[in-house]
């Protein structure tokens, strides 16, 4: 019923935005350090929870740990757009949805071919020198030998560009994702708790009455959802295209 009902929405809408996490990327494989598991594998490997080794002050205090768990646990260059990317992109094909906005930074959503990819949390794959500003891959992070990758035209810290804990969201990404969720009359929330602030704050800028959550467990806004979907989003996603 839930994706006949999401299938008939898409059709009857004239802007469609997607806000996804983490739990877009977990069916291509890669792990969600947030879940127990996670945690707990962190803290017993390095003394510490995610949340601090991934912080502003820790990277600033010791990046070798930082890069050592970065590289292990944040980094999946091998992973593959699923079913998920994969349907997103196509309704952007067909004029369907406006923007995926995302709290992940793995570039799936471009490697599956959407176009409008706003990163509330920035990627892997960019860089750069903390002193000079050198931009830099993430081949040269991922090669680059010592503790941490070094800039190669001054010896500054190379760091990724992603948002760390103790750092706001670059506000441009933020008043564009704020724009498209405000302008939406279809909002599609995938792969998320809605925990984590400020990024699950947008969904209340949505002034519209079609709100679709997908998640394989309940979120604090289930209640005020048109459609609640506790499934694969992989899985609904793919359904739905195989409907249009």
Known sequence: MGIKKLTEMLLNSRYVVFFGGAGVSTESNIPDFRSESGIYNTIKNYGRPPEVILSHSFFISKPEIFYDFYKNHMIYSDAKPNNAHIALAKLEQRGILKAVITQNIDGLHQAAGSREVLELHGSIYRNYCMKCGKKYDLVYVMS????????????GIVRPDVTLYEESLDMRILNKSISHIAKADMLIVGGTSLAVYPAAGLIDYYKGDKLVLINKSSTPYDNQADI???DSIGKVLGDVISRL
């Open 144 to 155: 680059c030998p010592g503790p941490y990758p070094a800039c190669d035209k001054c010896g």
């Open 228 to 230: 609640v979907i506790h």
